[in-house]
């Protein structure tokens, strides 16, 4: 079953920060993120596991609530290479990931 | 490595004719998935393999739609008779296994049917 994101589209300036939220109604072993930039393909952001703690590189974060089985993206002190549509892809256990609608991130200057 | 390759990366056809979309997957990968893309349903995924045999295929939508994966390094998507419903970009992606390991995606295949 798909997981659901929000907000579906969300407009930044340079310098803000965003919260993009993934929920799923299934028991969740793991959340993936993925960005993809138009007309190109989804590039693999991270990975958060069950049990496994907030993830991060550089200004971009996850945190995975195993129980709510809901995940969220944080992006602090936007860039406008941060553009883009990010997916979230949810596994319950050595399955395939199921992807949600996505959300579309525009940082404009 | 090239990472996942797909082709063509664009295709426009008729309705009615016989489409087969390739895609070479990461040497090494024991997953292979092929995903739909369309702005209504965003991100569909239609089938997986593991180690080249077919493991789910329920997201086919239709007879129509077959995919083979004759050994690890090759696999095709037919669509056969394609209709104008078809028109979406396919992506195939790889990886070690279908859990929890990162997913690289080829470039996709922009398909028309006209």
């Known amino acids: 079953q798909q997981p659901v994101q929000s907000p579906q589209a969300v407009i930044l300036r340079e310098g803000e920060d965003a919260v993009i939220n993934c929920s799923s109604s299934k028991a969740l072993y793991s959340v993936h993120w993925y960005r993809q930039k138009h007309g190109e393909a989804p590039v693999f952001l991270m990975i958060?596991?069950?049990?496994?703690e907030q993830k991060g590189h550089d200004k971009i974060s996850a945190s995975f609530n195993e129980k709510k089985q809901q995940s969220s993206l944080y992006l602090t002190a936007s860039q406008l290479s941060y553009s883009g549509t990010y997916f979230c892809g949810t596994d319950s256990g050595n399955t395939p990931l199921v992807f949600g609608k996505g959300t579309r991130l525009s940082v404009i200057a | 490595d090239a990472g996942v390759i797909q082709s063509p990366r664009h295709e426009v056809t008729e309705m009615g004719q016989e489409v087969t979309l390739r895609c070479k997957p990461i040497?090494?990968?024991?997953?292979l998935f092929w995903y739909r893309q369309t702005m209504m349903r965003g991100l569909e995924l239609l089938i997986y393999f593991n180690n080249n045999v077919p493991i789910d295929d329920s997201g086919m939508p239709e007879d129509r739609f077959s995919a083979k994966m004759p050994n690890a390094s090759f696999s095709t998507l037919k669509i056969q008779p394609s209709e104008p419903r078809d028109s979406a970009v396919y992506f195939c992606?790889?990886?070690?296994?279908?859990?929890?390991?990162?997913?690289?995606f080829g470039q996709g295949t922009r398909l028309t049917v006209v």
């Open positions: 040497s090494g990968h024991n997953s």
């Open positions: 992606a790889s990886s070690l296994w279908e859990g929890n390991t990162e997913a690289f």
């Open positions: 958060l596991l069950k049990g496994g």
